[in-house]
Structures are given as C-alpha cells and as structure tokens.
C-alpha cells in the first residue's frame, strides 16, 4: 500500500507534532525508512506525490514541523530553530525505534540533515540535500525575508495560486494554473473564515528574519560531516535548481570538492526549491536509494 496514516508524537517539553506515516508495501521492506523534511514554510504535504512513489519499497514518514500544517504551534518563537528541529525529530525517531534511515531535506529541512550529521552521523545511512548548502546566498535569504510571516490570505484557491506564482513565478517559469493551485493547495489552508492562509505560524519569521546573511555561521563542518570517518561510504546527493538564487553553482562545487563521494544533480528550469517530482531528482533519489541499502 503507498496511503499514509496521520500520526503524532510529542516534542521534549510536550507540543503535539504531526507526521503522515506511509506503512510501505506489506512484507519486508527494502531498506531503511526516509525521512522528508520540508523547507521554512512547508510541511508534510510537500512530498505528497514523491511519498507514494518511494513508499512502493519502504516505509517514508513526512513530519510536519512545530508551527507547521496539523503540528501545534510553539509557545516561544525562539524555538523555530533548527537545533529545535534537529532535537524534535530526534523524538520522533525515538518513540517509532528508527536507529538508522535516509533523509530528504529541502531548503531548511537539508539544513536539519547536515545539522543531524554532526550528532547522530551513524543513523543516517543516505542523505538527500534539496537546494541549499554550508553557504546561504543572500540574495535567496533576502527574497525569503520579504515574504515569510507575511499573513496574506485569499478568497479562493485560484486567488491563491496567482498569489504565490507572482512571489515564487521566477523559480518555476512557465508552469501552467494547475502547478499553481496544486502549490497553493500544499502550502496553505482553509481558515476558519473561509479564507485561504499559509499553513505556519507566522511567528516562525521573527528567528529567521533576525539571521545576519553577512555573518553566517560556519556550517561547512556540518556538511563534511555526512563524508568524513563516520559517513565513509554513505550515499550523498546534492540536487541544486539551475536557476537558484540560495544554493550557487560556485558553493555546490565547493561541496564537491569537501565530500568527493557526494553526487551532485542540476535540475534545468527550475530555482529553489526543487519540487522532487523533476524526473531528473526521481531517478537521482531513487538512484541513491537503491545505495542506501
């Protein structure tokens, strides 16, 4: 079966966290489970249609993130961080008795992986990076700032869709209404007035938008970290959109160059992020599956 089960688990100091569960085929899996980790303002339902697929051989499990989609929202927005992150999904990992699985991480969900590489290096048996890496553009950052925690809503899905293709149309040109309202439908929510809004806490902008782009914090030993000793022979890939403005050509090569083993795919025709239903990325992450044992 490739349908998912709406699950939850609780953070150290008790929010009720969502992740949709899907089981997998019945009978013996073929190899570790994945974990998806969407990016800033995403969730779960990110990866609704590369899920099923991947759950065609193993279990996938989509963690909707505190102050994201049907997980309940922090009471302190200093915790929307991702050490916060990091230490919630290690809970998670805990109460389901997973030692060691691939991840999939986008934008900031990558940011997790490499974060997670630097603690718990050996449970990570395959890492997909999502367009980002140890060095954050500021351009991208900037594009980000002037809209997460905006608050804007809609009268109608279509409202929606056109909404987010004039902030986010330069990352996915020439898509069609549908790929439009398709987004809208994954990254925002039915209000109670009726009313389409962002599916997040719009509190989640004031951590993110006190980050200073001209003193990033070193994170290239967090990337060397799912090469180095404990990570020998671990599948790595890297895929960039051709026309990201957060994850730059120079900075992928320089993470090749740090990670030799690391694979590295550019998608044509698209910025950040990547969808991961590009049939270049499906056959990529299949690929490093496959490796993954």
């Not at 899996?29 to 759950?55: Q, S």
């Not at 999502?130 to 002037?146: A, C, K, Q, T």
């Not at 902030?167 to 039915?190: C, E, N, Q, S």
Request: aromatic letters at 8%; hydrophobic letters at 40%; a negative charge.
């Amino acid at each position: 079966m490739t349908g998912f089960e709406d699950r939850f688990w609780s953070s150290r100091e008790g929010l009720k966290l969502h992740f949709r569960d899907y089981a997998g085929p019945d009978g013996v899996l073929d190899g570790p489970p994945v974990v998806c980790l969407p990016g800033l303002t995403r969730n779960a339902r990110d990866f609704e249609r590369l899920a099923p697929r991947l759950a065609q051989q193993r279990r996938v499990i989509c963690p909707d993130m505190r102050g994201r989609g049907d997980s309940e929202y922090a009471r302190d927005s200093a915790s929307y961080n991702p050490v916060q992150y990091g230490e919630d999904l290690l809970a998670l990992l805990d109460q389901e008795g997973i030692d060691r699985f691939a991840a999939i991480g986008t934008s900031l969900g990558g940011l997790m992986i490499m974060g997670l590489a630097t603690m718990i290096s050996d449970r990570i048996a395959a890492a997909v990076i999502n367009d980002v890496g140890p060095y954050l553009e500021p351009e991208g950052m900037e594009r980000i700032v002037d809209y997460v925690g905006q608050g804007r809503s809609f009268p109608t899905w279509v409202h929606a869709a056109r909404g987010i293709e004039d902030t986010l149309g330069d990352a996915y040109p020439g898509h069609t209404l549908d790929f439009w309202i398709g987004m809208a439908k994954r990254l925002m929510t039915l209000s109670g007035n009726g009313r389409m809004v962002f599916d997040y806490d719009m509190k989640i902008a004031e951590p993110f938008n006190a980050f200073d782009v001209d003193t990033q914090p070193d994170l290239w030993p967090a990337w060397e970290a799912l090469g180095g000793e404990s990570g020998a022979g671990r599948p790595v890939l890297v895929l960039r959109g051709e026309l990201s403005d957060l994850l730059s050509a120079p900075t992928l090569e320089k993470m090749l160059r740090r990670v030799p083993d690391a694979v590295a795919v550019t998608l044509p025709d698209v910025g950040h992020a990547p969808t991961l239903d590009e049939p270049d990325a499906v056959s990529a992450i299949e690929a490093l599956l496959a490796r993954a044992g």
